[in-house]
Nanobody, 124 residues
Framework: QAQLVEPGGGSVQAGGSLRPSCRASGRTFSRYGMGWFRQAPGKEREFVAAINWSGGTTNYADSVKGRFTISRDNAKNTVYLQMNTLKPEDTAVYYC?????????????????WGQGTQVTVSS
């Protein structure tokens, strides 16, 4: 089993930055794709970003392209989500997750393990 812990959320003013991370336990972290999703109150969980096993391929939701960057450090079993130019509509609980294969995915159903989530709040 994978265990994912997501420190790094918090509260910022619009235009600010945060960098939540996702620390995974286990020894097979580097074999799997990873993703970030978010869920705002009263809304469905939505895709944010994904990264393949090596970090060479990334994908982003249109709403965050150019502002967010997903990266991974397999030696540290950690995935990062650098969030710049934050907007109030980015406010949500952010979840990291791992797929059962080497690729990330837009679809939540493709992820096998999920972190507990970290709150990101952006004020106007």
């Amino acid at each position: 089993q994978a265990q994912l812990v997501e420190p790094g959320g918090g509260s910022v003013q619009a235009g600010g930055s945060l960098r939540p991370s996702c620390r995974a336990s286990g020894r097979t972290f580097s074999r799997y794709g990873m993703g970030w999703f978010r869920q705002a109150p009263g809304k469905e969980r939505e895709f944010v970003a994904a990264i393949n096993w090596s970090g060479g391929t990334t994908n982003y939701a249109d709403s965050v392209k150019g502002r967010f960057t997903i990266s991974r450090d397999n030696a540290k079993n950690t995935v990062y989500l650098q969030m710049n130019t934050l907007k109030p509509e980015d406010t949500a609980v952010y979840y990291c997750a791992t797929t059962s294969g080497g690729s990330g995915s837009y679809y939540a159903q493709m992820y096998s393990y999920w972190g507990q989530g970290t709150q990101v709040t952006v004020s106007s």
